[in-house]
């Protein structure tokens, strides 16, 4: 009996969030270039990040609480 009491308070625990609106929005700066060279007999190509000013991701979460 008592782990069927157990299991009823998480799964109540676990529904309760189910009712908040929530909404998150992913932004950032993605740096990259493709970069072609020579030096001496070398041929040098390919695909770098951060010339300018480096890659950066971001999260911005807001919840609704009424």
């Keep these: 009996m008592q782990k069927k009491l157990i299991a009823l308070a998480i799964a109540g625990l676990v529904s309760a ?3 908040a609106q929530s909404n998150v929005t992913i932004y950032g700066v993605a740096d990259a270039y493709v970069g072609f060279g020579k030096h001496g007999e070398n041929d040098l190509r ?5 010339a300018l000013s480096g ?8 919840e609704d609480l009424g």
């Design 55 to 62: 890659s950066r991701l971001g999260f911005r979460g807001t």
């Design 17 to 19: 969030p189910a009712f």
């Design 46 to 50: 390919g695909v770098n990040s951060g």
